[in-house]
């Protein structure tokens, strides 16, 4: 079993660096305060979801699927992760827009965009507000 990990690692190793990437993003998104930080390990994660389908999408040796005639056998790459990432890809631009927009909008209410620097502001308010409604 042991020698068959070596060589396994060396013909997937695409699956390493997604497996390695997606657990960074990860990472970055739990552990981050920072709103842009969190929304650059989405970004990080993202990629990583691209890589592992456009990887499992391209086959070795295989070619465009284009007929070609007199050629009976020919081995094809599947286009359609390519197709579905293309999407993808343009999907996550418009989520990383619309994400870092609200971070500006964040940023002008509350002065900040750590995490814990705007739920204490948020905290402090109602209990203003709560005081204030008391008397």
Avoid: C
């Avoid at 940023?107 to 209990?127: H, K, N, Q």
């Amino acid at each position: 079993m042991t020698e068959l990990l070596p060589s396994y690692l060396t013909t997937h190793w695409h699956y390493l660096a997604v497996i390695t990437l997606m657990m960074a993003g990860l990472y970055i998104m739990i552990s981050r305060g920072n709103l842009v930080k969190k929304i650059m390990g989405m970004n990080i994660f993202q990629s990583a979801v691209v890589l592992f389908y456009v990887s499992m999408g391209k086959i070795e040796g295989g070619t465009a699927p284009i007929l070609i005639e007199g050629e009976e056998r020919v081995l094809y790459s599947n286009p359609l992760p390519h197709v579905l990432m293309l999407t993808a890809i343009v999907v996550g631009v418009a989520t990383s827009a619309l994400g870092l927009a609200l971070v500006v909008r964040v940023m002008e209410a509350y002065g900040t965009v750590e995490e814990d620097e705007i739920v204490a502001l948020d905290r402090d308010e109602d209990v203003r507000a709560r005081r204030e409604g008391g008397n």
